[in-house]
């Protein structure tokens, strides 16, 4: 693993790839506490008590499939089509109100200078696109490609074989632009370089970001 210290030297590095696919939550927007506990706080909306536990065990996972274990253990509505619908719209006026991390406007404007940027992310794009209305930054990914959208999950590499066919570009040409560690070797099994983004959720995961990441950087502290 390489540490990104400078934005000369970050500018340098993704210059080599052809197209970047940048995550979004943790890694542009500072939304990890929201979503940590977004699902107790959706169970209890509904006068059930959550069960110890849930949380973590939905971390990382699209919408989708949290909505699946949520329908799963707690029978809401009739599917977890539904389920996932209404988590929806219990974020939606969350969502758009959650602000940039520091230096990602900057991290997405060379971005955009260096390559072809598409949004990578486990979030609908009915979350995603006024999010990125509001903060002004739609304009810098070229598409947007959602996991729960798609139902193609990052944590299967189903996402990452996805971008790469329909990009029509090999893994080669890819740069996967991630705050997650499950992303994060996911990728590394692919063969398909990523950067990792110092970020909340990830900051006690030093040890392996250093074995699986292409490239770490704090963009927020870059110089």
């Known amino acids: 693993m390489k540490e990104i210290k400078t934005w000369d030297e970050l500018k340098s590095i993704i ?11 943790g890694t542009i927007i500072d939304s990890m506490p929201t979503w940590y506990h977004f699902a107790s ?29 949520i329908y ?10 539904e389920v996932c619908e209404d988590i929806n719209r219990f974020m939606c006026d969350v969502y758009p109100k959650i602000p940039l991390k520091r230096n990602s406007l900057e991290l997405l404007k060379l971005l955009s200078v260096c390559g072809r940027n598409v949004l990578s992310s486990a979030t609908p794009e009915v979350l995603l696109v006024p999010s990125a209305q509001a903060l002004q930054i739609l304009g810098y990914y070229k598409d947007i490609y959602s996991a729960t959208d798609l139902d193609k999950s990052k944590d299967s590499g189903a996402l990452f ?8 570009i090999n893994k080669n040409q890819m740069l996967v632009i991630e ?5 994060m070797k996911v ?9 990792i983004v110092a970020d909340y959720s990830n900051k006690h995961n030093i040890k392996e ?15």
């Open 179 to 183: 705050d997650s560690i499950t992303a």
């Open 15 to 25: 210059s080599k790839y052809y197209l970047y696919a940048t995550d979004y939550d």
């Open 187 to 195: 990728c590394k099994k692919m063969g398909i370089d990523t950067l």
């Open 209 to 223: 970001i250093k074995k699986y990441a292409t490239y770490y950087a704090d963009i927020e502290n870059l110089i």
């Open 41 to 69: 706080e959706y169970v209890l909306s509904k006068g059930i008590k959550p069960k110890p536990g849930l949380d973590d065990s939905i971390k990382y996972k699209s919408n989708i499939d949290a909505a699946r274990i």
């Open 161 to 168: 074989k996805y971008i790469l066919r329909e990009e029509n």
């Open 72 to 81: 799963k253990d707690y029978n809401i509505l009739h599917n977890a089509a």
